[in-house]
């Protein structure tokens, strides 16, 4: 059994696929063909965001946002200790410092009250929030910008994980001033290789951008108005998310069925708590994570699965404010977050796990936890 399976999604569109590959073959552009604005038009739309713009992975898209607000050194930002480490990776490699807050404990994202308490004790230069939509499911956007701006901060949506999620009746991706999306083949809309996609509907914003991913480039093609970077996103990778994407929101609603169907039967245990979806929320399911008891538990639910040959993975055993890279810097206790990530296990999830895998699934977590 696959984790995530996609080769069964390979199946369905692979004709279609080589068939884009080989436009790509015949006309030649490799590099800003006509697949990338083709690409960055569908999925402008689909957001409901008047710019898109191609990038080589959702880490740069990440950097290339912090650029757009010329974050450097001196500068604070906010964002989650329980996320993957490009989050935080890029705010500390353009010279800023990341200013830790403690997550939700029951949707994993960062959370507005402890956003205020830090910004009302914070003595840096803070700039932005980097909020991030964990597992699929968008964090609380009305709450964090409402506080952002009343304070002056940037908001920037890190939506590496909840392309395709829906807030209030808006779309990931169109939460923030500005949004970041990544193609990584396990995301929920993945490429065969690194992408990613930046969102905004500021037209200086979206300018700056472009130039900033193409070496700082102004007017002419030798005219250098930023220090950029070599950040564009393939053609041939857009080529393939263009198939990709017309299977998408069939797959949204095959993700939703499987997530219920866990939770349905999940929930029944008492060691188990399953993802709570706030209303007026839509999770787009990167991830189905559980909460068991204690470390313990999981550690013997891990093995019994692989026993059996189902994989899992545990998102994130070690929150970013513990890693090495900290080591020589006081950061305050997240006690959410170092709660969460000892007891958080993510179960296989993908759009073609059928009923017969999952039942099986379920099965043997109920009999590994009932062994314990
Ligand atoms: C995957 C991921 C990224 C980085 O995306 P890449 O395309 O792999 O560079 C950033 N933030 C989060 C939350 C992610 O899950």
Same mark, same amino acid.
């Given at each position: 059994?696959?984790?995530?399976?996609?080769?069964?999604?390979?199946? /369905?569109?692979?004709?279609?696929?080589?068939?884009?590959?080989?436009?790509?073959?015949?006309?030649?552009?490799?590099?800003?063909?006509? !697949?990338?604005?083709?690409?960055?038009?569908?999925?402008?739309?689909?957001?409901?965001?008047?710019?898109?713009?191609?990038?080589?992975?959702?880490?740069?898209?990440?950097?290339?946002?912090?650029?757009?607000?010329?974050?450097?050194?001196?500068?604070?930002?906010?964002?989650?200790? %329980?996320?993957?480490?490009?989050?935080? !990776?890029? $705010?500390?490699?353009?010279? *800023?410092?990341?200013? %830790?807050?403690?997550?939700?404990?029951?949707?994993?994202?960062?959370?507005?009250?402890?956003?205020?308490?830090? $910004?009302?004790? =914070?003595?840096?230069?803070?700039?932005?929030?980097?909020?991030?939509?964990?597992?699929?499911?968008?964090?609380?956007?009305?709450?964090?910008?409402?506080?952002?701006?009343?304070?002056?901060? %940037?908001?920037?949506?890190?939506?590496?994980?909840?392309?395709?999620? +829906?807030?209030?009746?808006?779309?990931?991706?169109?939460?923030? !001033?500005?949004?970041?999306?990544?193609?990584?083949?396990?995301?929920?809309?993945?490429?065969?290789?690194?992408?990613?996609?930046?969102? &905004?509907?500021?037209?200086?914003?979206?300018?700056?951008?472009?130039?900033?991913? #193409?070496?700082?480039?102004?007017?002419?093609?030798?005219?250098?108005?930023?220090?950029?970077?070599?950040?564009?996103?393939?053609?041939?990778?857009?080529? $393939?998310?263009? !198939?990709?994407?017309?299977?998408?929101?069939?797959?949204? $609603?095959?993700?939703?069925?499987?997530?219920?169907?866990?939770?349905?039967? #999940?929930? &029944?245990?008492?060691?188990? &708590?399953?993802?709570?979806?706030?209303?007026?929320?839509? /999770? +787009?399911?990167?991830?189905?994570?559980?909460?068991?008891?204690?470390?313990?538990?999981?550690?013997?639910?891990?093995?019994?699965?692989?026993?059996?040959?189902?994989?899992?993975?545990?998102?994130?055993?070690?929150?970013?404010?513990?890693?090495?890279?900290?080591?020589? +810097?006081? &950061?305050?206790?997240?006690?959410? /977050?170092?709660?969460?990530?000892?007891?958080?296990? /993510? #179960?296989?999830?993908?759009?073609?796990?059928?009923?017969?895998?999952?039942?099986?699934?379920?099965?043997?977590?109920?009999? *590994?936890?009932?062994? =314990?």
């Amino acid at each position: 059994m696959q984790f995530i399976d996609l080769k069964t999604q390979q199946k /369905s569109i692979r004709s279609n696929i080589e068939n884009r590959l080989r436009q790509v073959l015949d006309h030649g552009q490799y590099i800003m063909g006509p !697949e990338i604005t083709e690409l960055e038009n569908q999925l402008s739309k689909y957001v409901g965001i008047k710019h898109a713009i191609g990038v080589s992975s959702g880490t740069d898209a990440l950097m290339l946002a912090l650029m757009n607000y010329d974050v450097g050194q001196g500068d604070a930002i906010l964002t989650t200790p %329980f996320t993957f480490i490009a989050t935080v !990776e890029m $705010i500390c490699l353009l010279g *800023a410092t990341p200013v %830790f807050v403690d997550i939700d404990p029951v949707t994993f994202n960062i959370d507005p009250s402890a956003i205020k308490q830090t $910004i009302e004790k =914070c003595q840096s230069n803070l700039r932005g929030i980097v909020a991030v939509d964990l597992f699929g499911l968008p964090a609380d956007y009305h709450a964090i910008n409402s506080l952002a701006k009343d304070h002056g901060l %940037f908001v920037i949506e890190d939506a590496a994980q909840s392309f395709g999620a +829906v807030y209030h009746g808006k779309r990931a991706c169109s939460l923030a !001033e500005i949004a970041c999306t990544s193609f990584f083949p396990a995301k929920p809309l993945g490429g065969y290789g690194d992408g990613g996609m930046c969102f &905004t509907n500021d037209d200086a914003f979206a300018e700056k951008i472009r130039s900033l991913m #193409l070496h700082g480039q102004g007017k002419h093609r030798y005219s250098h108005t930023h220090v950029g970077i070599n950040g564009r996103l393939d053609s041939i990778q857009a080529a $393939i998310l263009l !198939e990709k994407f017309s299977i998408f929101p069939d797959e949204c $609603i095959a993700r939703q069925t499987i997530a219920n169907r866990y939770t349905q039967k #999940l929930k &029944t245990h008492p060691s188990i &708590t399953t993802p709570h979806i706030p209303d007026n929320y839509q /999770s +787009v399911w990167a991830q189905y994570s559980i909460l068991l008891e204690n470390i313990d538990q999981r550690q013997q639910l891990q093995s019994r699965l692989k026993d059996k040959n189902i994989p899992t993975a545990i998102y994130y055993p070690v929150p970013i404010h513990q890693q090495p890279i900290f080591k020589d +810097v006081q &950061t305050p206790k997240m006690p959410v /977050s170092e709660d969460i990530s000892n007891r958080i296990v /993510s #179960l296989p999830m993908h759009p073609y796990l059928s009923e017969t895998q999952q039942d099986l699934i379920i099965a043997a977590v109920f009999e *590994a936890l009932d062994d =314990c």
